[in-house]
């Protein structure tokens, strides 16, 4: 089992910048991708940027040049950093690991523009 913690959602204008963490504890060997996942009010759950054991990372095209995700192995955590935040960005993000035939996620992290 995995256990997989979020932080650092919030309110944010747009245009500005956020960065996500993801926490990853209990049995985490052989995790073999980390990846973030967002979903919007009455939309799909869609991939958002991954990161293999190796490093290789792919991006959404409508985040790539914006977001840069990124892993602490040291602290088992991985990162995603959102810059130029835009209308298509607000949703909940969410943490997922593959580990073996298993995927794990996180509860969500919600991020939202002020008004």
């Known amino acids: 089992q995995v256990q997989l913690v979020e932080s650092g959602g919030g309110l944010v204008q747009p245009g500005g910048s956020l960065r996500l963490s993801c926490a990853a504890s209990?049995?985490?060997?052989?995790?073999?991708?980390w990846a973030w996942y967002r979903q919007a009010p009455g939309k799909q759950r869609e991939l958002v940027a991954d990161?293999?054991?190796?490093?290789?990372?792919n991006y959404a095209d409508s985040v790539k040049g914006r977001f840069t995700i990124s892993r602490d192995n040291a602290k088992n955590t991985v990162y995603l950093q959102m810059n130029q935040l835009n209308p298509a960005d607000p949703a909940v993000y969410y943490c997922?690991?593959?580990?073996?035939?298993?995927?794990?996620w996180g509860q969500g992290t919600q991020v939202t523009f002020s008004l």
């Open positions: 997922t690991v593959r580990q073996g035939a298993y995927a794990y």
């Open positions: 209990g049995s985490i060997s052989n995790i073999y991708i």
């Open positions: 990161i293999t054991r190796g490093g290789s990372t």
